[in-house]
């Protein structure tokens, strides 16, 4: 399991956001807020935007609830080459960036799009870079990037649910009537055997420390596993409890609640 | 979908229980709604007010534009869509006033326009009902016109002179009721509506209500007094029931009291349909609905006298008086 966050910081280590376009009602800032729902769109018409993150240090990134159908992923440090003043290029030819790479095109659903890209890890400033491109106007729910955090995965068994918020009635002749709502999705009996140091700090360095503030999770880290819907932003439902039957390790026991 | 556009340090800010993406980013900061009542005060008619409880916001509409604490008074409209913003039905324009707030949440009341002009002592009536109606209401400000088309065809006189500064609103709506009409506002507008007459009509199959109706009967009115005169019903049990006279002439009061008794002591039904942009049912608009669900089927009508608007639940409530009759 993979949690984005900043032990010394208790959050993620973006410094900044921006993007290439966004609509007045729906800012690019509202990528950093706990809402997946809380929109950032780009100007009305406009299918293929860029996110640009500044990232103190880290080694993934996560992005929910985007209509893109492709994500674009580059990593840079920044560094680029200048000419000097009175200096030119000849025709045909152009500087290189340096610390740039294209981490890769993902495909994603065009719905509720989820995306978690790891990276090489850089311990300075970098930037990250996500071009979307939709089928209409380019939205996403929130954007995640920094440090990670990674445990054994859960044990098998872990069960997964959801708090489904439609309205149902009953009509008078007994047919149903309903009308759809936000359906959240839950994942309970999450355990796992970690070390002590390891438990401790999911616990406390992390659960305990954020309380029920949502974060971005890789459910499931192992790299053979590629399920989309491993990918979650997700608060605990009450603080992780551990046990503790050895003097070497600990296990975890927890669960998870998706949030919009 | 409940949007609410609420006006915060000069700002519209835009509200809804959940999270909706339209043209405006509505974010999800209404944590509760009392349901709004649009009712008449009486059950045979008068000024039908919209009544108003509690709206409850999550703190984070004020964090968001780092207000703190929150305003006491914000221009509010309060508009359902079921599909696009363009498209959102205007429920209600108004003021929040602060109650109060605690760390979880902030509860503001809701107030309309307050139509506080008055009508001088001394006042004398003497015409048709639609053409004293109209100079009363459109002698308040925020009212322009008076839409007679469902009032009574051959329009009751008034003779009625005022004892007192009287409010407006509620001389009118006293009026009203005498004379078995309501009246509501709609924008600028106020429409004068014939109790015995229909607003309008929609008939429901049973896939468009839910279970199940309630059918009540209130104690029935055995006379209704007025004056010196007085009328009975066919119940020689029951309560009685005063009225003010807007007439001096016992003929038309007589014809008055004996509307007033049919209409108290009709049977009265209501139920809930789901909540429709755009379909919202009007006051005084006749709704027949069949019920398969008793021992024998039942052919009901109502005319809508009091309508409930639970946004929250997507369903508006529906009373009014009528006729049950086996199907």
Redesign the interface.
């Known amino acids: 399991m993979k949690v984005i966050i900043d032990t010394d910081l208790k959050t993620d280590n973006v410094t900044a956001i921006t993007a290439s376009s966004e609509d007045a009602s729906f800012p690019v800032a509202n990528l950093q807020n706990d809402f997946t729902t809380d929109l950032w769109k780009a100007a009305s018409g406009i299918l293929t935007a860029s996110i640009y993150l500044t990232v103190s240090k880290g080694k993934a990134v996560e992005l929910m609830n985007t209509n893109a159908i492709t994500a674009e992923v580059t990593i840079g440090s920044g560094e680029t080459y200048v000419l000097e003043t009175g200096y030119a290029l000849e025709t045909g030819y152009a500087l290189l960036a340096t610390g740039v790479s294209v981490t890769g095109v993902y495909n994603l659903p065009g719905t509720a799009g989820r995306l978690w890209v790891d990276y090489t890890e850089d311990t300075d400033p970098h930037f990250v870079t996500i071009q979307l491109s939709a089928l209409a106007t380019v939205y996403a729910g929130i954007v995640r990037a920094g440090n990670v955090e990674e445990f054994k995965d859960p044990a098998y068994n872990m069960g997964e649910g959801s708090n489904d918020y439609s309205i149902e009635k009953e009509l008078n002749n007994g047919a149903d009537y309903f009308r759809k709502r936000s359906v959240v999705r839950t994942f309970h009996g999450l355990s796992m055997l970690e070390t002590r140091a390891n438990a401790w700090k999911l616990k406390h360095k992390i659960f305990d420390a954020v309380g029920p503030k949502p974060l971005a999770i890789r459910l499931v880290g192992k790299s053979t596993i590629t399920d989309d819907e491993f990918i979650i932003f997700a608060k605990r439902v009450v603080p992780p409890r551990l046990t503790h039957p050895s003097s070497t390790h600990s296990r975890i026991d927890f669960d998870l609640k998706e949030v919009i | 979908m409940l949007l609410v556009d609420i006006t915060i340090d000069s700002v519209v800010r835009?509200a809804s229980v959940?999270?909706y993406?339209l043209?405006?980013?509505y974010?999800?900061r209404i944590i509760a709604f009392d349901a709004p009542m649009l009712a008449i005060p009486s059950d045979h008619g008068g000024f039908a007010r919209m009544q108003y409880g509690k709206i409850v916001f999550n703190p984070l509409l004020f964090s968001d534009c780092s207000v703190w604490p929150p305003q006491i008074s914000c221009p509010i409209t309060i508009k359902y869509t079921d599909t696009t913003e363009a498209a959102a039905e205007t429920v209600f324009i108004g003021t929040a006033h602060l109650d109060g707030f605690n760390r979880e949440s902030i509860s503001y009341s809701l107030y309309g326009p307050s139509y506080d002009e008055t009508v001088a002592s001394a006042t004398a009536y003497n015409d048709t009902l639609n053409v004293i109606l109209n100079t009363i209401l459109t002698g308040i400000a925020e009212i322009d016109a008076i839409d007679t088309t469902y009032a009574r065809a051959s329009s009751p006189n008034v003779t009625y002179t005022t004892s007192g500064i009287q409010l407006a609103i509620e001389l009118a709506s006293a009026i009203a009721q005498f004379y078995s009409h309501l009246i509501y506002v709609s924008g600028t507008t106020a429409y004068l509506v014939d109790l015995k007459l229909d607003n309008g009509s929609r008939t429901l199959t049973?896939?468009?209500?839910?279970?199940?109706?309630n059918y009540w009967y209130k104690p029935p009115v055995s006379l209704a007094r007025c004056a010196t005169f007085i009328r009975s019903s066919s119940y020689p049990y029951g309560q009685e029931l005063s009225v003010t006279a807007y007439h001096t002439t016992e003929a038309n009061i007589n014809t008055a009291l004996d509307d007033i008794i049919a209409l108290e002591n009709a049977p009265r039904l209501n139920?809930g349909i789901?909540m429709i942009a755009g379909n919202f049912p009007a006051l005084g608009e006749k709704v027949t609905?069949p019920?398969?669900?008793h021992v024998d089927d039942l052919s009901s009508w109502i005319r809508a006298r009091k309508l409930r608007y639970d946004f929250i639940?997507?369903?508006v409530n529906i009373e009014g008086e009528g006729a049950v009759a086996a199907a």
Do not use: I, K, V
């Open positions: 835009y959940q999270g993406a043209t405006h980013n974010r999800p049973e896939f468009q209500f839910f279970a199940s109706p139920f789901p609905l019920d398969t669900a639940n997507d369903m």
